[in-house]
């Protein structure tokens, strides 16, 4: 009797996985593709293009720094270091009509081109051509600005007013506190080397009667400081004070400024006057008197020893104004042969104006005197 299968001593055979194949040809090109390279495998070239120029990219590197393979390193002219031939962003044997739109003015930003390339439509010519423009407008208006805006702004007579010296200072803020001996008060005259004639006056650090700006604005500057002090000592200061103290000193000097000139029109003053940057020193040496009445009244010395230093200050500034600005309404004619013989009845309106803008600046101290 014969046993069954499974009782058989005989093995089965041992199971046969199947060996992987693989294909003979590579796989097809992409869809879309009207032909196809003569060569046999499109993956033999890191990166190759077809006949009817279709461009096939491979991936990068490994360890290949981002910077190389994007962005306008990748439209170099030229291959980079430590990257392979056939691994830049373009192959090497790419033919002109089959470069990608704009890689020629790319390749000017890139490693030993101009930035200028970079910008389509701009070359060299063109970028020194616009630096040119540029030159000729900017000297086309600072000579209208000289031109035009130094007209009624004489920069060169505000850096001579500005360039004082630490001895003419301290003997002006004398005269100006004290200028009940001071002799004489005539301004000098510069002349011409030549044929001796006048050119004008000499500068404040060489004349210590002729005005200056530097005293007035730092004046200007210390009363407005003074005010928010005394402001804040009675413990009503606000940021305000600053601004209203500032513009209403400015329009006190304003003011008196446009006095002076509608005067001297009125009166027909011609020939030895003063230019409105002078004027203009004029009016803010009275801001010194006032820092001193300010001090003698934050020092608590008591009411009546202010009253008496603003009347002392008062009346020096308006001495000082009365001798200053007489060369201004009544200049003299030997310093210049264009001032005429004046009458007596024009000498006297001259002398009653000059007396009224001296007595008018116990009104202006006495207000900016109260802070």
């Known amino acids: 009797m ?43 070239q890191a990166q190759r293009i077809s006949q009817d120029g279709y461009i096939r990219y491979s991936s990068p590197p490994v360890g290949e720094s981002s910077a190389n393979v994007s962005g306008f390193s990748a439209y170099g002219p030229g291959p980079q270091t430590g990257v392979p031939q056939g691994r830049q962003g373009y ?3 790419v033919t002109p009509g089959l470069q990608p739109q704009g890689y020629q003015a790319m ?29 000729s407008a900017v000297a086309a208006g600072q000579d209208y600005v000289e031109k035009n805006f ?19 200072v301290f003997n002006k803020l004398r ?5 009940w001996r001071h002799k004489p008060w005539s ?15 000499q500068a404040p650090r060489d004349d210590i009667n002729a005005p200056d700006l530097y005293i007035p604005t730092m004046a200007l500057v210390t009363y407005t400081l003074l005010s928010a002090l005394a402001s804040g000592l009675q413990s009503r ?11 209403k000193a400015l329009a006190v000097v304003i003011i008196e400024f446009c006095a002076i000139k509608l005067g001297c029109y009125l009166l027909d003053v011609r020939g030895g006057g003063a230019s409105g940057v002078e004027l203009i020193g004029y009016g803010g040496y009275k801001f010194v008197g006032i820092i001193v009445t300010i001090l003698v009244g934050l020092l608590g010395l008591g009411r009546m020893a202010t009253i008496g230093v603003f009347v002392y200050t008062f009346g020096a500034n308006a001495f000082f104004l009365l001798r200053s600005l007489k060369y201004v309404l009544l200049p003299d004619a030997s310093v210049s042969s ?6 007596h009845a024009q000498r006297s309106r001259r002398v009653q104006f000059l007396f009224c803008m001296a007595m008018s600046q116990v009104l202006w101290m006495g207000w900016l005197s109260r802070v």
């Open 2 to 44: 014969a046993s069954p299968p499974y009782m058989s001593s005989r093995s089965p055979p041992p199971l046969q996985h199947p060996k992987p194949t693989h294909p003979a040809y590579p796989p097809p090109e992409p869809p879309h593709t009207p032909a196809q390279s003569t060569d046999s495998s499109p993956y033999s």
């Open 91 to 93: 192959p090497q044997n």
């Open 107 to 135: 390749g000017a930003a890139g490693p030993g081109g101009g930035g200028f390339g970079a910008w389509g439509g701009m070359n060299d010519a063109t970028a020194q051509m616009g630096v040119q423009f540029g030159k």
């Open 150 to 168: 130094t007209r009624y702004l004489p920069l060169q007579l505000i850096k001579v007013s500005f360039s004082v010296t630490n001895s003419y």
């Open 175 to 179: 005269l100006i506190l004290f200028p």
């Open 187 to 201: 301004r000098q005259v510069r002349r011409s080397a030549e044929n001796g004639a006048m050119e004008g006056w």
């Open 237 to 247: 200061f606000h940021p305000e004070v600053l601004g209203v103290s500032l513009s």
């Open 338 to 343: 264009s001032v005429t013989t004046l009458s």
